[in-house]
C-alpha cells in the first residue's frame, strides 16, 4: 500500500512538473485526473500543433488518440492516457532503481 501511496505522490509531482498542474496536499487519482483534464482541454484548445508534439513528446500512441479525439469526453480520455504513461514512465524508474540497488550493493544506503 505504501509504496501505492509513493507512485502516486512520484506522479503528482511529475505532472505537476512537466505540465504546470497545481496538486493539492491530498491527492487521490480522481484529483490528479480531473486537474489533467482542465490541462488537456487548455491544450487542446492552444492547436493540433502543441497538442501533438506534447504527445508524441509522452510516446502516447497516435492511433488510440485518432480513436478518442473525436468523442465527448476526449479531454478526459487523454487525460487518462497520460495519466496511464506517467504510472508506467515511474513504475518503471522504481523498478530500474529497485534492480540496480540488488545488483550492486556499493549503490545500497
Do not use: C
Not at 505537476?16 to 490528479?32: R, V, Y
Not at 479525439?69 to 506517467?86: E, F, G, H, K
Amino acid at each position: 500500500m505504501e509504496q501505492g501511496i509513493e507512485l502516486l505522490q512520484n506522479t503528482a509531482m511529475a505532472l505537476h512538473g512537466e505540465w504546470g498542474i497545481q496538486m493539492p496536499e491530498l491527492i487521490s487519482e480522481e484529483t490528479i485526473l480531473k486537474l489533467l483534464t482542465l490541462r488537456m482541454a487548455d491544450i487542446i484548445a492552444q492547436g493540433p500543433g502543441t497538442f501533438y508534439q506534447l504527445m508524441y513528446r509522452l510516446d502516447i500512441s497516435e492511433k488510440k488518440l485518432r480513436e478518442i479525439s473525436a468523442a465527448d469526453d476526449a479531454p478526459a480520455r487523454i487525460a487518462r492516457l497520460v495519466y496511464d504513461r506517467q504510472l508506467e514512465k515511474m513504475r518503471s524508474r522504481q523498478q530500474h532503481r529497485q534492480s540496480r540497488n540488488e545488483t550492486d550493493p556499493d549503490l545500497q544506503w
